[in-house]
């Protein structure tokens, strides 16, 4: 399993912009056959700050995903207006367990 997860900072000035395209996209990144979740949330409209928490299956699965359209549209239109990024790709081994009783 493949999680894609950090922040990235965008121009404060483009984050409607940003979040109605995040919208019109969401629906045909989870339809893609190997995304188990994906989520790009604003969390501080002040420093541009999102959140990027994104679940595959594999390697190929997320591959395939950089090739779709929306996701080259998507990188040309926002990639130049992002400020900084520490979104990384982590392999996960093993199977997935719940957290202990509170």
């Not at 994906?38 to 541009?48: C, F, N, Q, R």
């Not at 996701?71 to 900084?84: H, R, T, V």
């Amino acid at each position: 399993m493949i999680f894609v997860q950090g922040t990235m900072n965008m121009e404060p000035s483009c984050l409607d912009d940003f979040r109605r395209d995040v919208a019109n996209m969401v629906e045909k990144v989870k339809a893609e056959d190997g995304c188990l979740f994906y989520s790009l949330l604003v969390e501080d409209e002040a420093t541009g700050l999102v959140n990027v928490i994104e679940q595959w299956r594999d390697d190929e699965a997320l591959a395939v995903h950089f090739t779709m359209p929306w996701i080259g549209e998507f990188l040309s239109a926002y990639g130049p207006k992002m400020q900084a990024s520490t979104v990384q790709i982590f392999d996960i081994a093993g199977d997935p367990r719940p957290l202990p009783s509170l």
